[in-house]
């Protein structure tokens, strides 16, 4: 690598990671965990490894990041090898799939993940077939082999009807498809409560209290029993920030948030 271009392709894989320019300029000590990670995934993408692991690489990533480092890593010339739970990441990247099945087998397909999943469901329809046609031969000659008594030419045929039987099994009979354990959760009936469950009325906020220095203004929004929302944008545009007004973490600097009586609000304690 050319020592000159160092500057640039750092600032470059940086500021697809969501790094402003003065965000460049911070030490990483200063930095919350969240991008300290995105500095190290830069980094990675920087030395540019003949073989590069990434871990759930998207996990501290915005959506813009995503898709900028999807774009990157689609025309990376090393190899790479991820873990990754978000199916559209792994659909745009990768053209290889290693299967790690319940029972610790790793097994291989070409293709994205898509492909994976129509070529697995494939494979499992003609595993299924071919298990049952087995088992029913194998119950067929056993059957015969029961019901040959003791009449020497049956007992001939069936000792080479159980000949037929061990020669399978010596080459491995056909296993039967397992479905792997589907995940199933039941929630708790919750009654009713009456729009809107939550609303922002003409709500202004800034950290300082400053009215000139506000995040955002003048937000109006409501959310109901049936809403299932999700809040995109940048970096620094506010949207941590928002959850921490609906949890009464903060308050608005102008405005009002209107909450039901009844509502019952829950944050996972982590890092949003």
């Known amino acids: 690598m050319d020592p000159a271009t160092f500057e640039t392709r750092a600032c470059t894989l940086l500021s697809g990671l ?10 990483t000590r200063d930095m919350s965990g969240g991008w300290r990670m995105r500095v190290a995934l830069a ?19 915005d959506l813009e990041a995503t898709v900028w480092l999807e774009e ?32 610790r087998k790793l097994v291989y397909y070409g293709g994205n993940y898509d492909m994976f999943v129509k070529t697995k469901q494939e ?15 194998i119950a ?11 009449y020497a030419n049956l007992v001939r ?11 399978m099994e010596a080459a491995g009979l056909i296993e039967k498809v397992e479905q792997e354990a589907a995940f199933k959760f039941s929630f708790t009936d919750v009654p009713k409560l009456p729009p809107p469950v939550m609303a922002f009325q003409d709500v202004s906020f800034a950290y300082d209290g400053n009215p000139d220095h506000c995040l955002y203004r ?10 299932r929302v999700a809040l995109v944008g940048p970096n620094g545009a506010g949207k941590s920030t928002l959850l921490k007004l609906m949890d009464n973490e903060l308050v608005p600097t102008e405005g009002r948030i209107q909450k039901h009586t009844s509502l019952k609000l829950e944050v996972p304690r982590g890092r949003y």
């Not at 969501?18 to 030490?27: A, E, H, I, V, W």
């Not at 980094?43 to 990533?61: G, M, W």
């Not at 991820?82 to 029972?103: E, I, R």
């Not at 494979?123 to 031969?137: D, F, G, L, R």
Request: charged share 25%; proline share 2%; net charge positive.
């Open 18 to 27: 969501g790094f402003s320019t003065l965000q460049m300029q911070k030490k």
């Open 43 to 61: 980094r990675a993408l920087f030395i540019k490894p003949t073989l590069l692991l990434l871990d759930e690489p998207t996990n501290h990533l």
């Open 72 to 103: 990157y890593l689609k025309t990376y010339d090393r190899i790479l090898v991820m873990v990754s739970h978000s199916q559209d990441f792994l659909n745009g990247v990768c053209t290889n799939m290693m299967h790690l099945t319940h029972k």
């Open 123 to 137: 494979n499992e329809v003609n595993q299924a077939k071919a298990y049952a046609k087995q088992q029913e031969e």
């Open 140 to 150: 067929h000659i056993k059957k015969f082999i029961a019901s040959a008594g003791t």
């Open 157 to 167: 045929q069936a000792k080479s009807k159980q000949k037929i039987i061990d020669k």
């Open 218 to 227: 003048n937000l109006e929004l409501a959310v109901d029993m049936d809403s």
